[in-house]
Structures are given as structure tokens and as C-alpha cells.
């Protein structure tokens, strides 16, 4: 759709007990050079004192939910609330991020091509600065399985201009309100972990998704989903082994079609049987139950297109 020369953008950020990351991310985004933006800070639950920060920081909108409604639930309040705001944009970014001050002017430059509907910044891990944690990411149409573009590769090797991608992770998802108005909002039978895959493949049915290289965030990568110290189980969570499990059968049950869908089945059940094995001889049992319990529920999930 063609836009002002300078469009309203949304920027949501969803907090879960994640305050120090969510102020860190707000301090860097006071400093966006750019005028047109409104941020918004959807909080999923958080315990009291958390909130009692949130409702002190001002300059920003804020949501408050009672409960934890995952990844999907909380930003699906947040785009509802833009779209009611009328705004152009819609910027999805993960409350454990640092922005540069210039970083919505590259994005903003690519998504006006009326071809393109969405469009993600080069992803660098916050520690390891010069280091590429996501710059776009692959879906294979024949097994179902998705892919980084040059992870872990040092910044240099990365091509300078704007190139196509099959899916953007919901780190920093940039894309037109009026997009979202036609596929609707986040697939809240995710809840967490692949619902970024779904949501790309949805918008990639309308117009093209881009990967812009001269826009830069930085990732305090899972910074929600390890523990700090490692015990018996692990750094990762069960719970993060359950979503994984069972979002990525959904997700290629729900895209998936004829004989891909034959073959990609066949090949979650073969990496599943393998997760078994590990966990088995590794001893962790509370991952083994989890695993299994996602490959069970990944089946019955009902569809939802």
C-alpha cells in the first residue's frame, strides 16, 4: 500500500518477568532517530514488582494481561491495539533486543516497494557483536524443516543489499497493518516457538519478505528460555522441548501438502525418535516426558488456517 513519507510505526514489545532486558531495549529505542513511532510494551503477567517498574517508565503506551498468554497471545494484543490506533506499520520485537539508533530508516526504504509486505533487520548476538544470529530464514518445502541464513557467520561475509527470504523470525518482524488486517493475527496455538515460521509463510502468500542488511539489532540470545546455571536436565527447559516438538509437527501439518506432507512427517518422527534416544542416554527424563507429550499434542492441535 503506498504510505506517507513518513508512515506511523508500532513497535510492541511483550515483557514476561524480563524487565531489566525490557528497559535496556527501551533505553536504546529512546534514541531512534526516527519521529513517527509509538512503542508499546504488552506485559504478560509479570509478578508485581515488575509491574510496579513498568507502570513507572512514561513516554511509552502500556498493556497490562493478568496472565502469561505466550509469545503469540501478548503480541497479538499488541497488534489488535495498533491496528485500532491506525497504524501503518507494525514492528514485533523481542523485549531482550538493543536496536541501533538508525535502524527503521533501512526497513522503512525496502517495505514501500508495494511488492514487499514484511521485512526483518541483520540480527547480531548482543555478546559477540560482529557475529550474525539471524539474517533471514529458509523453509523446505519437502521435509518442513526451517533453517538460519548466516548464523554464526562474522558480518563481513553477509551481502550489503536487501535480499528475499522464506521466513522472518518474530525477533524483529516488520510488516503493514493492512497485511495483518487481510491474514490476521498470530496463530495462538503456538503459544511460543515457531509461530514466527507460520505467521511468514501466511504473509509470504500476499507479498514478498525481505531481509534488509543495513538495519542492525542486537539479540541477548534465549535469555528467557535457559536457565543460568546447568543441572541435571540441562540449560534448556522441558517446556521448551515440549513447544519445539509439538510446533513443529503443527506447523508442517498445517503447510504442508500431498507427498511434502508424507515426507516431512516421516522426518519430524525420525529427529523425534532420535531426541528419545539422546535424552535416554543422557538421563533426562523430565525432557524425554516432555518431548513426547509435544509429539502426541502435535497431532491433535486442530488446524487453524
Known sequence: MPFLDEPSVAIILVNWNGMEDTKRCLRSLDAVSYPRKEVLVVDNGSNPHEVAELEAIDGIHKIFNSENLGFTGGNNVGIRWALEQAMDLILLLNNDTEVERNFLEPLLKVITDPDVGAVQPKIRYLERRDTIWNAGGRFSDFTGQTSVMYKDVIDTNLPQEPYEVHWITGCALMFEASLAQEVGVLDDSFFAYFEDVDYSLRLRKKARLICVPESVV????????????????????????????????????????????????????????????????????????????????????SVRQ
Open 218 to 301: 542486537y539479540h541477548a540470545v534465549s535469555s528467557a528460555s535457559k536457565t543460568k546455571t546447568k543441572g541435571s536436565e540441562g540449560y534448556v527447559s522441558a517446556s521448551v522441548h515440549y513447544l519445539n516438538v509439538r510446533n513443529h509437527l503443527y506447523l508442517v501439518r498445517k503447510h504442508m501438502r500431498s507427498i511434502g506432507l508424507g515426507v516431512s512427517v516421516t522426518f519430524q518422527t525420525l529427529r523425534f525418535c532420535l531426541m528419545v534416544v539422546y535424552f535416554l542416554l543422557r538421563r533426562r527424563f523430565k525432557k524425554l516426558s516432555a518431548a513426547a507429550r509435544g509429539y502426541r499434542d502435535g497431532w491433535q492441535l
